[in-house]
Nanobody, 127 residues
Framework: QVQLVESGGGLVQVGGSLRLSCAAS????????MGWFRQAPGKEREFVAT????????YYADSVKGRFTISRDKVKKTVSLQMDSLKPDDTAVYYC????????????????????WGQGTQVTVSS
């Protein structure tokens, strides 16, 4: 079993920054991919960013590329999402998720492929 707990959400003005953190526990993650997804009211959950636990390979949604940075700390077992230049469209509940192998390359972008999820943290960007 894997437990994921997010923190760091809140209210921020347009152009501001927030840093989300996801604390992982329960087992080793050496072969896992960790992802951040978000869900706005009335919309489907969408991919934001992902990172491979072992080598640190990252992928980003086009909508956040250049503004968000995903990282992981193997010692602390945390995955972070640094969000800069925030926009009102970034308002959503943000979820941390873990994808365990085996999985195909396209699976890392698909929320339905992830087995473990945190409870979510609200991010609100005000204009």
């Amino acid at each position: 079993q894997v437990q994921l707990v997010e923190s760091g959400g809140g209210l921020v003005q347009v152009g501001g920054s927030l840093r989300l953190s996801c604390a992982a526990s329960g087992r080793t993650f050496s072969s896992y991919t960790m992802g951040w997804f978000r869900q706005a009211p009335g919309k489907e959950r969408e991919f934001v960013a992902t990172i491979s636990w072992s080598v640190g390979s990252t992928y980003y949604a086009d909508s956040v590329k250049g503004r968000f940075t995903i990282s992981r700390d193997k010692v602390k077992k945390t995955v972070s999402l640094q969000m800069d230049s925030l926009k009102p469209d970034d308002t959503a509940v943000y979820y941390c998720a873990a994808l365990n192998p085996p999985y195909g390359t396209r699976s890392i972008f698909d929320a339905q492929q992830y087995s473990y999820w945190g409870q979510g943290t609200q991010v609100t960007v005000s204009s």
